[in-house]
């Protein structure tokens, strides 16, 4: 069990990055930014 949550613990950072990147990525795709573009 510690070793699983300290697994998670190290990759939850890099999960958030990497969804955090794709909604980047999405949101360049799309070209529409309501929120920072008004």
């Given amino acids: 069990m510690c070793t699983y949550l300290d697994i998670d613990a190290r990759a ?16 360049r795709t799309t070209g529409t930014e309501p929120e920072e573009q008004p």
């Fill in 12 to 27: 939850l950072p890099s999960l958030l990055e990497l969804a955090d990147a794709k909604l980047a990525a999405a949101l």
